[in-house]
């Protein structure tokens, strides 16, 4: 059996944003563990002494001259935005109840489900 | 004499170019001809989820006239100038709407092109328009975009593939000679594999991504779509190349731009001779349909007979390519997708009570703006990535990353390409996978490990099963995409020679399957 309860997925749709109804969660705890329980085969072949790769080729950063290149005007990067008002996105009330006390860019505990 | 419009689309897209060059034909005309057969019969295959006339025709115009003006300019024109091409709905456009294939960006209208849409603008090649897929390029089947399945039209009771349906589904359906398509874990080449078309995943880095909307960035690639594998490498050719905007663009020390026209030539070789083919033991047997074995030992046959020397390669850790991509892939995709949160462009949902927060608000917007097989990989992902998980899944996941590379430089030392079938089926019908996720994974049992070690592969037709195309593909190592058009072109002349005539032409008439 797998070890992903109902609440793991709620929690996990709470981190991913995604609101989610009961029948959604039934559904989606019961599939996500027969993914998870054929995917975690994985960790047999992953031997301590192999090096994990992230990315197919190698990477060296890259760098650019500091140099202004083409920018969108306000008025074509807000032509898709659901809404806008004064050359800006408007964004709902980004504090809910409560969050008063957080000061922003602080972290935030995690453990509240 | 006068081409009918019928036989203006069965042309390869090297002919059309041909033809255009010679003033036999018009791009107006060819261009036409295409917008008639999408319109009459996009409505039963519904490979397109917009249609571009008169952008299309106003660039063949353009083409056609500075032809007919001659001098340096029509001198300077592309080979291709001229031949139209559709474009999977992951790439944006401008000024034609991108959704990639999701309720999330109905209506969205890029601000800027693609690398590789404004290669194909400079090229001067006609854009029909944009082509459906799963949702985000999530699936093997196309049955999960937002608007509605594409259907195959070898049979169009059955799926075309995924993500890439449209663009495998309208190319064999002679709605368009060329497309792009993405391929993170095999979407251009099982799509080609199920509708009896060519489809290239390049090397790593050898295209540019900007302007792909990203799924796994570190396994997406861009690539193209055709009806025979010279044309494929002419499209791959019109592409390729660095591009400052994609910092995982190859440079031109690390990938030089003179390779990039062997790939056409590579094609035209047409000789198996000398070539040495290994058959990857991992993929064959259980789980493949025998019907799709018999057409691949078919062709191992036909090559050892024109020279090739048939090997068998052992790829062991390929036993964990499904599982380490199954874990990979969602863990980029949960992150990539964090952007859509309902601020700077897409859907806005509102929660119909409650508190108006942001936080309710991209809930109810992810929630509604998602299809089901998102949200399966968000929380997937976000899972593999949780703190307690991470060294177990994702960190296991990349091991095996290195491993299946390992196994791939070791097979490269005994063959100088890699072989086997594209997709273990033929094309299933429509809906009989779609509640098993599983089973549906297992499409790209045979695509991902070249994704995952960022190797570049292609599917060529194969012959028929139950009426149905069988894909046969072939993998070359890094940068050395040349090879697998050299194979592949080598294949695809000992199958014509065998049925006397290329596999599509085989497709049966949609006008009698659908009136």
Known sequence: ?113 | MALTTDALIRLTAAEMAAKLRTGEITSVELTQAHLDRIAAVDDTIHAFLHVAADEALETAASVDALRAAGGAEAESLHPLAGVPIAIKDLIVTKGQPTTAGSKMLKGWMSPYDATVVEKVRAARMPILGKTNLDEFAMGSSTEHSAYGPTRNPWDITRIPGGSGGGSAAAVAAFEAPLALGTDTGGSIRQPGAVTGTVGTKPTYGGVSRYGAIAMASSLDQIGPVARTVEDAALLHEVIAGYDKKDSTSLSETEYPEGKIPTFSSAASTKTAAGLRIGVIKQLQGEGYQSGVLARFHEALDQLRQAGAEIVEVDCPSFDYALGAYYLIMPSEASSNLARYDGVRYGTRVVPEEGPLTIERVMGATRAAGFGEEVKRRIILGTYALSAGYYDAYYGSAQKIRTLIQQDFDAAFEQADVLISPTSPTVAFPLWEKLDDPLAMYLNDIATIPANLAGIPGISVPGGLSEGLPVGIQFLAPAKEDARVYHAAGALEQLLNDTYDAPLWAQIPALEEVTR
């Open chain 1, 1 to 113: 059996m797998s070890e992903i309860s109902r609440a793991d997925v709620e929690h996990l749709a709470t981190l991913a944003h995604i609101a989610m109804t009961d029948a959604e969660l039934e559904k989606m705890t019961s599939e996500l563990g027969v993914i998870v329980d054929s995917v975690k085969r994985v960790q047999e072949a992953a031997g301590e002494d192999v090096p994990p790769t992230s990315h197919p080729l190698p990477l060296t950063n890259v760098f650019r001259e500091d140099t202004v290149g083409h920018v969108f005007t306000a008025e074509e990067a807000l032509a898709s935005a659901p809404d806008s008002q004064d050359s800006r996105f408007k964004v709902p009330a980004i504090l809910s109840e409560g969050d008063d006390a957080v000061p922003s860019g602080a972290p935030q505990e995690e453990g509240e489900r």
